[in-house]
């Protein structure tokens, strides 16, 4: 059987990102369409709360634009911001079309689909199919791909590493495709293509809490660095408030629109709390609200906060929020009865590889779409419902720019295969699972929501002892795919590392107590890396210089 494989177009993930591109690009190209685990595993198969789109009559384009540059706080690119929103319709009518069964609204209302209201918003503008939206996109794309000849579907491949010009030596610069584990059979294949996408999502699982699933491990971001793209504003972690607090629970997150319906955080003996830190309580942005409930539970001591709408009647909570009940309850609480214990978790990254509004990299060849991306379209903080739009957005516009490419492509130049010869298998994997621990809790623990310079030379010394013995490690063993991932989340909390010690100044998602407040004094800057510069002092911190 070979192992090398050849397409017009590879895509490295399976989310509401790369399953939407392929899908737009199968009737012109072959799409090979690689996933780590099961096609649906990923970040988008979790997401709850729903897709924002202005469809109200009472809403706006200007309206949605302003509340994004708002949760921004000062770091969004408006022309990106006012790109995607502008987009949004059209991309919802599509799923709309390809069969995704979004809540209706009840007879009578103008409005055909229910909308919610979330963080951020001024409006309700969050269109939702009940309270597990991105299982429904998911599960519709994910069947829509697999009835599509032109798309090829790997499951449990892991990529490795992405293939240039420059890597085999060859004078062009572009990406030629990609080394790729599979996991199954333990053997590395090749798969060269004219464009590849990276679709990977996040990197949650950097943090010791996530509400992430388990292959959110920057592995976009990691290769698209190593192979000399830049990266961007890694330092914004969005945290997510309210994760369900139960030691079975992992990562089970408790919906943002909880809190656009009426919920309410309150501290342990029932106080309610969130007045105190913002006006707009419960519907703050998420990275005011997290600090809040961090700030709570080390004032007091307390292991979570909680979180009640139980003053709501019991059939308007199992109406709105099924799958939250339900999942609730299998952990021993009813919603509709008492309040739910929740503690913030790490949830989405704002940063990720630098591109245009077609995706494109620094490297020609290749694009990045989704949580892998950085568009510009965040800024310094998230605002609730927006990553599922820029996923969709950026995948339509990536593939447009692929479709219009691909009749001058030739094919690419052979790849040789993976060389095994120099390693050995490992007779010390304790090492693998050991590192992951400590950077995992490191992480959490001086990297979190609330940092300090200290907190970050502790992080940053232990990051560069971890990246020396994992690459030794990686240099001298038989990859495997726990190797890989961890390969790649210790490059990626360098990056986050090394942004945070860039950033004087609290903006955003970005909090530290030696500079807790913006910088004044300057126009907001972006922290933008290129991976031929050094940690504080070396690293560039840049404006956004992104071509159309």
Known sequence: MSHSFHHDVLVVGSGAAGLSLALRLAPHARVALLSKG?????????????????????????????????????????????????????????????????????????????LTREGGHSHRRVIHAADATGRAVEKTLEQLVREHSNIEIFEHHLAIDLVTGAKLGLDRPDCLGAYVLDLHAGEVKVFSAAHTVLATGGA???????????????????????????????????????CLYHPRAKSFLISEAVRGEGGRLLLPDGTPFMERFDPRAELAPRDIVARAIDHEMKRLGAECVYLDISHKPADFIRKHFPNIHRRCLEFGFDMTREPLPVVPAAHYLCGGVVTDLRGRTDLPGLYAIGETAWTG???????????????LVFAAAAAADIQERLPRCGRPPAIPPWDESQVTDSDEEVVVSHNWDELRRFMWDYVGIVRTDKRLQRAWRRTLLLKQEIEEYYGNFRITGDLIELRNLVLVAELIIR????????????????HPAPDGGTPPRNTILAPSTGPRGAARRLAAGRAD
Request: proline letters at 5%; charged letters at 20%.
């Open 377 to 391: 379209l965040h800024g310094a903080n998230r605002m609730a419902s927006n990553s599922l739009l820029e996923c």
């Open 499 to 514: 942004s945070a010690m860039e950033r004087r100044e609290s903006r955003g998602l970005h909090y530290t107590l030696d």
């Open 38 to 114: 099961p096609l649906q595993e990923g970040a988008t198969l979790y997401a709850q709360g729903g897709i924002s789109v202005v469809l109200d009559r009472e809403d706006s384009i200007a309206s949605h634009i302003a509340d994004t540059l708002a949760t921004g706080a000062g770091l969004c690119d408006e022309r990106v911001v006012e790109y995607c929103v502008s987009r949004a319709r059209e991309c919802i009518q599509w799923l709309i079309d390809l069969g995704v069964p979004f809540t209706r609204s009840p007879a009578g209302d103008p409005t055909p689909y229910h």
């Open 204 to 242: 949650g699982k950097v943090y010791l809490y996530t509400s992430n699933p388990d292959v959110a491990t920057g592995d976009g971001i990691a290769m698209a660095w190593r192979a000399g793209c830049r990266v961007a504003n890694m330092e914004f972690i969005q945290f997510h408030p309210t």
